[in-house]
């Protein structure tokens, strides 16, 4: 079975300053990793994903991901967060075992930056 | 392009009453999901649909919740005798299939927000 924890409901960061959205996963294969953000009445959009190769993830927005394989973390991080990136952001996963396309989302976390 | 494509955007309607939901994904993506929202909460998997391979079903919480795909790319979601506890937004999404088709992320549509009486 695939499952992912996302163990912040919020994370509060003052613009300017480094974030960090906290996300674990677990899988019997090989992950497949996604973030995705959610804007107010929006739909989920993509960020950045990690399939294999190197660990660090550059996606959208300035922001990036470390996958590490340890401490089965996918940790979503920005070094410089604007106003702008407040929103609800999502951590899936994919088991590689699975036959299916199936992701399975974290509960979310809603980041707030400050001006 | 245009985008995952849904309607309505917002449906109020009383207890007890049908409503369809539907879903028009990216043109090209062969494989399409199904997913409920509670207030600020986070996904909860409805139903997807792979290329013309069976359903997967298993998320459906009752079965007064059923979907359709038709010709492979317009979906709709039907909830019989809705229920207070159905109030939710309802995603879509889409993907493709092709190549390695397990990495490609996901496409969401902006959901139907869904209010019973």
């Known amino acids: 079975a695939q499952s992912v924890a996302q163990p912040e409901d919020q994370v509060n960061v003052a613009e300017g300053n480094p974030l960090t959205v906290k996300c674990t996963y677990s899988?019997?294969?090989?992950?497949?990793l996604f973030w995705y953000v959610q804007y107010p009445n929006r739909g989920l959009q993509f960020l950045l994903k990690?399939?294999?190769?190197?660990?660090l993830v550059k996606g959208s927005y300035g922001f990036e991901a470390e996958f590490n394989k340890s401490q089965t973390s996918f940790h979503l991080k920005k070094p410089s967060a604007l106003v702008s990136d407040s929103a609800l952001y999502f951590c899936a996963v994919r088991d590689t075992n699975n036959a299916g396309n199936m992701l399975t989302f974290g509960g979310g976390t809603r980041l707030m930056v400050k001006p | 392009g245009a985008g995952v494509s849904q309607s309505p955007s917002n449906k109020v309607t009383e207890k007890g009453k049908d409503v369809e939901l539907r879903c028009d994904p990216i043109s090209g993506h062969t494989a399409l999901y199904w997913y409920r929202q509670s207030l600020g909460q986070g996904l909860e998997f409805l139903i997807y649909f792979q290329g013309n391979s069976a359903p997967d079903k298993s998320g459906l919480p009752s079965d007064r919740f059923s979907a359709e795909r038709t010709g492979g790319s317009v979906s709709t979601l039907t909830i019989q005798r809705t229920q207070q506890e159905d109030s939710a937004v309802y995603l879509c999404?889409?993907?493709?299939?092709?190549?390695?088709?397990?990495?490609?992320?996901?496409?969401f549509g902006d959901g139907t927000r869904l209010s019973i009486l």
């Open positions: 899988v019997s294969g090989n992950p497949y």
């Open positions: 990690y399939i294999t190769g190197d660990n």
């Open positions: 999404a889409s993907s493709p299939l092709e190549g390695n088709w397990g990495n490609q992320p996901q496409h």
